[in-house]
């Protein structure tokens, strides 16, 4: 395991943790929210906005960095912290979830997926390996191994081999991984040497084959492990089901991350069950489709029902839209006449929201009150009640 990697859980309550994961470029609380900043921005926002929101850590996306500018130029210039002017932690994904989604313009073999870019139709190829190598360059703290995932529905026999592909897949990335690490690959460098490596576990909602992937997964002994696959259009009760029995599998003394799942109330179910860390872009992309998320709700700033409405967002909100005396009349305004500044000020409301959320379960957890946490997010009125 990468000695820049630590993890700790420093208290427990039913099967939600609080923890605390140590990587290359600092610390994280957890339960941890990701902000996703897909081309290396979170949308809209400068760093300092993002760091006032404290997410210590955010996602960027390995697929379209690679195709814009190119992991040669991040390596070029020192890496993705270098080259954002970033300097927390940052995961990247291993760019299998969006090359999957290209139907039609990829092709998926044993060795890797071919695909076209959707920027300028030029040829790629993604393999285990060469996803390590990216990640090396781009220097992340953590890396993400390339994976399968099926979609949904799916017949048994497709998720199957997508999960068995997957593990695969999984040896030949952390064999490529280590060996990028102990130096045994001088062409590729290390923009972050103590990058860690997460598994990613497969299976669809099969609980056996869960089971097997779990298993096969675990025995590469990867820094920790990711849960793949899930909010791809299941039933929620289902995701919540194989959330609980996986995570239950996995070993206690690594984190635990579900990956791309993240309304408010997933977290809340998804903590309970143990999940440790989360990402996803629907805080950002509700922002620019003029949603904002409260407790309880949403409010779809567009509609004329806010029209000559004068109170904020959510009256108990701190952050910057709702106690800067921005009203909902005046962003319904802005929303209607196209001004940025709303897409901003909506996209920081809600992800003080997720920050609050995770900062509440870390306490929560802390005290033995988890479940009573849950309950008062899981059963708050509508906004507008
Ligand atoms: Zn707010």
Redesign the pocket.
Known sequence: MSADFGFSVIATDGRARRGRVRLAHGEIETPVFMPVGTRAAVKGLTHDQVTALDPAIILANTYHLHLRPGDALIGRAGGLHAFMGWERPILTDSGGYQVFSLTGQRTITEDGAAFRSHLDGSAHLLTPESVVDIQARLGSDVAMIFDECAPWPADRGVVEAAMERTLRWARRGRDRFLAVQAGAAPEVPRATPGQAQFGIIQGGTHLDLRDRSVAGTVALDFEAYAIGGLSVGEPVDLMYEVVGHTAAQLPADRPRYLMGTGMPDDLVECVARGIDMFDCVLPTRNARNGQALLRGGRIVIKQARYKDDPRP??EA?P?P??AGGYSRAYLRHLFIAGEILVLRLLSV?NL?LYGALVRGAREAIAKGEYERFAREWLEAPPPDA
């Open positions: 967002l959510d909100c952050c839209a709702c409301h003080t």
